[in-house]
């Protein structure tokens, strides 16, 4: 249960808006060397995010789609709390390298994430997506840009097995005035899609050490 639940918050983490769906190009040398430099100069700036979010969830095997509610704090201490409200309650944080989660019912499961390596890329890999570091082609991504009028949008295609495991591509969108990313999209290998919308940013507040802490 424990795995499948990662890969719901990668990524996640950064993101805001329904958008509607728009003509996307291919970005020239020149374009995607802005929208990279824009973007990581954007990060740069971000001491923390506090949002909402919304997670939609399609199934291949299932009509009706299934949407969950919740919040995000993220610090760039490595520090983020990603928090399902609704329909059901639980708590998924990171706090000095360690993966900490919360169900409804109180119990906590934590995991140093440095000795485990699967958890180790994870905490990376989220990490990245936040802070701009993960927008550059790596070994472990193949990375296109694109862009529309309103967005900017960065397709993702994995390159390590593990990876390859959990998705097939992913795509994520950022809004062309702020630079900041609007939305994650999680394709995986067998037609399932994980749609990721942030609402409500608020950036650079005071977060206090407690949200990152689950007890």
Known sequence: MFPKIIPLFLLAITISGQISAQSFIPATADQKKLMVDKITASSAQLNSLICDFEQVKAMSILNEK????????????????????SPSVYVFA?????????????KTKVIDGGANRFFQ???????????????VDT?????????SKDQWKAEMIPQQKEVKKMFSAIY??????DYSAEKVEMNEPNGDTTTIFLKNKQFNQKIANDKFSLQ
Do not use: A, P
């Open 172 to 177: 994520i969108y950022f809004n062309v005035k």
């Open 139 to 147: 070994k472990d991504f193949n990375i296109s840009y694109f862009n």
């Open 121 to 135: 890329e994870i905490i990376k890999f989220m990490m990245n997506c936040i802070n701009g570091k993960g927008l």
């Open 94 to 106: 990171l706090n000095n390298g360690k993966i900490s989660m919360k169900t409804g019912d109180g």
């Open 66 to 85: 299934m949407i969950s509610k919740g919040k995000m704090y993220y610090r760039n201490d490595n520090s983020l709390r990603w928090e399902y409200l």
